[in-house]
Nanobody, 126 residues
Framework: QVQLVESGGGLVQAGGSLRLSCAASGRSFSFSNYNMGWFRQGPGKEREFVAAIRWTRDALNYAGSVKGRFAISIDNAKNMVYLQMNSLKPEDTAVYYC?????????????????WGQGTQVTVSS
């Protein structure tokens, strides 16, 4: 079993930055077994893919709407996944979720991710 706990959300003005964190834990958990992703769900919208990092760390994937502004990273020593968000826009307002997909699953489809955190709210004011 894998537990994921997000933190770092909040209220920020447009153009500002936030860094989301996701603490991963569980019996025998290891990032070498999972591809990690971030998703978001805005008000009245479906959950959508934001970013992912492959378990080999040799591949990153970003949604077109965040490419060049967001960056996903992993700290193996701390069992943490991060999402650095820069140049935030009001349309980035959403609940952000951390997710894990057992390798070799490398996908943007949220239904293919096995484990989810509870989410953290990000609100960007104009």
């Amino acid at each position: 079993q894998v537990q994921l706990v997000e933190s770092g959300g909040g209220l920020v003005q447009a153009g500002g930055s936030l860094r989301l964190s996701c603490a991963a834990s569980g019996r025998s958990f290891s990032f070498s077994n999972y591809n990690m992703g971030w998703f978001r769900q805005g008000p009245g919208k479906e959950r959508e893919f934001v970013a992912a990092i492959r378990w080999t760390r040799d591949a990153l994937n970003y949604a077109g709407s965040v490419k060049g502004r967001f960056a996903i990273s992993i700290d193996n020593a701390k069992n943490m996944v991060y999402l650095q968000m820069n140049s935030l826009k009001p349309e980035d307002t959403a609940v952000y979720y951390c997710a894990a997909a057992l390798r070799p699953m490398w996908t943007t489809e949220y239904g293919k991710y096995s484990y989810w955190g509870q989410g953290t709210q990000v609100t960007v004011s104009s």
